[in-house]
Nanobody
Framework: QVQLVESGGGLVQPGGSLRLSCAASGFTFSVYGMRWYRQAPGKERELVAGISSSGAYTNYAESVKGRFTISRDNAKNTVYLQMNSLKPEDTAVYYC?????????WGKGTLVTVSS
C-alpha cells in the first residue's frame, strides 16, 4: 500500500535551516508529482511546495518563495524540502502528499518548531 514517511523536523532558532525528507513506497514514485503541505495550530492545512514527477517543475507558496526549495531523488523514492531563513510563522506540522487518480495520500507529518 502507499506509504509516505516524513522525517527531519525539530526545534530550530529563527534564521536557521532544516531539511525535511519524505520516503515513499507502494507506488511508482517517479510517475507522480509530490507536494509538501503544512498545518499550523488553529489554522487550515496549506500547500507549501510542489514538484513534478521528473523534478523539472516546481511551485511555491508566496510565503516561502526564496527560502524553501523542494527537490526529489527518484532513485531513492524520496522528496525533500530544504528550509532556510526559518521564521516563527513557519512553525507547523509538515506533511508529504501525493495525489493519484484524484485520491490524496498523506504521511503522518513531522513537526517543525521555530523558536528562540
Amino acid at each position: 500500500q502507499v506509504q509516505l514517511v516524513e522525517s527531519g523536523g525539530g526545534l530550530v532558532q529563527p534564521g536557521g535551516s532544516l531539511r525535511l525528507s519524505c520516503a515513499a513506497s507502494g507506488f511508482t514514485f517517479s510517475v507522480y508529482g509530490m507536494r509538501w503541505y503544512r498545518q499550523a495550530p488553529g489554522k487550515e492545512r496549506e500547500l507549501v511546495a510542489g514538484i513534478s514527477s521528473s523534478g523539472a517543475y516546481t511551485n511555491y507558496a508566496e510565503s516561502v518563495k526564496g527560502r524553501f526549495t523542494i527537490s526529489r531523488d527518484n532513485a531513492k523514492n524520496t522528496v525533500y524540502l530544504q528550509m532556510n531563513s526559518l521564521k516563527p510563522e513557519d512553525t507547523a506540522v509538515y506533511y508529504c502528499n501525493s495525489r493519484m487518480i484524484s485520491v490524496d495520500y498523506w504521511g503522518k507529518g513531522t513537526l517543525v518548531t521555530v523558536s528562540s
